[in-house]
């Protein structure tokens, strides 16, 4: 066996070890220092403690609303459970959870629980919203000199952070419920108000835009016809061919006022040249 073979089977062991302590004995034989396999145990104990409790951290700070509403304990044996599933594969831990809300509608058999993954969804687009590029708007002359005309028949640039989501449980009314930083309203509020109580129905679908206005991520809520139009623009639609999608399925759509929080959230950020 040649020198690269044998690193090749003693960093398999050792990463084996890391996540299954019975694969402890395996490694051993892999190691010629001197030591009791009892010393060996222990030692492996330390990296495997701070393996998991660092892949715990990344995934709590990922998806704290998610941790909050399941509880330490169940957070624990989630966070272990997903990393045997779904184990790094990226230098950069921030990307580690991306699989999670997938992995938790089957992890978690309840009927009852079943928000959780469109819950954990939201939070991974909040997330991912954080280190998406970024893209300097328009500002308001320059959107007033393109013109009604040019722009019906434009085709509009989204901003790299944003992310239309359909929900099939109250994701955003669950999120708002539970987050530690309930003082921003999102601008589909009432002025004044706090949407932050429980909802009434879990399982009433929902539509939420995720932005970054002023580099801070923020959820805000959609229409149907609202998030409709959006996935049309961003999939290259032109603004005319996304404001049919929108009326199509509400013939009432308030365009105007809906424009003006896309704008005003960053979310589309001008005419696309390609």
Known sequence: MSADESLALLQTAFAAALDD???DAALAEHLRAAGPNAALHERLGLY??????TRRA??????PVLAALVGEAYFDALALAYARAHPS??????RFGAALPAFIERYETDARYAYFGDVARLEWALHMAAFAADAEPLAPAQWQAIGAE???TSRLAVHPACTALASNHAALAIWRAHRHDSQNLDD????GTREDAWPVRVDAPDWTLVARPRWRPAALAHTQAAHEAFVALQSGATLDDALETAFSIDGAFDFANQWRTWIEAGAIVGIRDD
């Open 21 to 23: 302590p019975a694969a």
């Open 89 to 94: 594969r990226d230098a950069d831990l921030n």
């Open 48 to 53: 495997r403690g701070n393996v998991r409790a």
């Open 188 to 191: 589909n509020s009432r002025e």
């Open 150 to 152: 040019r722009l019906m």
């Open 58 to 63: 990344a995934l709590a700070s990922a998806y």
